[in-house]
């Protein structure tokens, strides 16, 4: 039987449920996507974007305390934490912005 996503370090009920609503089903499936990706679909399934929300991620799956992050190891996380929002923020409905103006101009997409 599936671990719960919430038998991570750090993580509780409320990140189960947000890991369901992103389709990462259980600890084991949220491992093997690792927290990138397992960010981005959070982000994508309508969660708001939560820098401590992402480093406690991480250090989860880490094994590490939540408080833990500090210094430069901090700072580099910022940095991927800003990329993934920024990826995010340039997609609509989880396809990349512009694809639509490629579908219309071959197209594929009906006029409204």
């Known amino acids: 039987m599936p671990e719960p996503v919430s038998s991570i370090r750090n993580l509780g009920p409320a990140m ?23 960010y981005q679909r959070l982000l994508l399934s309508g969660m708001r974007p939560h820098f401590i929300g992402y480093y406690v991620l991480v250090m989860g799956l880490q094994g590490r305390p939540w408080n833990d992050c500090k210094g430069d190891e901090k700072k580099a996380l910022r940095v991927r934490f800003d990329a993934i929002k920024a990826e995010v ?9 512009g694809i639509e103006r490629f579908l219309d101009e071959i197209g594929v997409i009906a006029k409204k």
């Open 89 to 97: 923020a340039g997609r609509t409905d989880g396809v990349p912005a």
């Open 16 to 38: 189960d449920a947000a890991c369901a609503k992103a389709g990462i089903a259980s600890a084991e499936a949220l491992r093997e996507i690792g927290p990138d990706a397992a």
